[in-house]
């Protein structure tokens, strides 16, 4: 079976995965390269899926254990999808203690998701615990994709969450 394209007709499997092969060629097919390919294949599935992986190896000649070995490595990496904004909500001590539990059920009860299943159905959000964002000082913190927002409480968690709603239904 084959789709068209632009008039062309590609073989289903190219077309599926024709940006990892922009990736792969991007970095020459080079082995070495696997980490910087597995997060740039990440930035544009935002998440490693497994056919895709398997796609890595084969290309890389390497051992598709080896390229699962890095991807579940690394904390860095998901096999899991994630929304268009990833929520990580502090949960470390100064966090804990200054009430960033009543922060995540906020956000929990707003975006009608939990910790068994942290993405909500349109991809949007993932909402995410993370043991220390490093940022003591600003607790409870909250880091939306790389913004981070300090000193914050349910209140002021839901108002980042409508604003990125605001923004998402203009667009």
């Known amino acids: 079976m084959s789709h068209t394209i632009d008039s062309i007709e590609t073989p289903a499997p190219i077309r599926h995965f024709a940006k990892v092969c922009d990736i792969l060629g991007r970095h020459r097919n080079d082995p070495s390269k696997l980490i910087p390919i597995l997060q740039q294949v990440q930035d544009e599935y935002r ?37 268009k904004y990833v929520i990580r909500l502090c949960d470390g001590t100064a966090c804990h203690v200054k009430r960033s539990h009543g922060i995540l059920e906020a956000l929990y009860g707003r975006l009608g998701v939990n910790a068994a299943r942290n993405t909500t159905d349109d991809m949007l959000f993932t909402v995410e615990t993370v043991s220390c964002l490093g940022a003591c000082g600003l607790a409870p913190v909250m880091v939306v994709n790389d913004e981070v927002h300090g000193e914050m409480t349910p209140e002021k968690a839901l108002a980042v969450v409508d604003r990125i709603l605001e923004k998402e239904t203009a667009q």
């Not at 290309?59 to 899991?80: C, D, N, Q, W």
Request: charged share 15%.
């Open 47 to 83: 998440y490693l899926p497994e056919e895709v992986l398997t796609f890595v190896a084969t290309s890389l000649g390497i051992p598709p254990a080896k390229v699962f070995g890095v991807a579940t490595f690394y904390a860095h990496f998901t096999l899991e999808p994630k929304g």
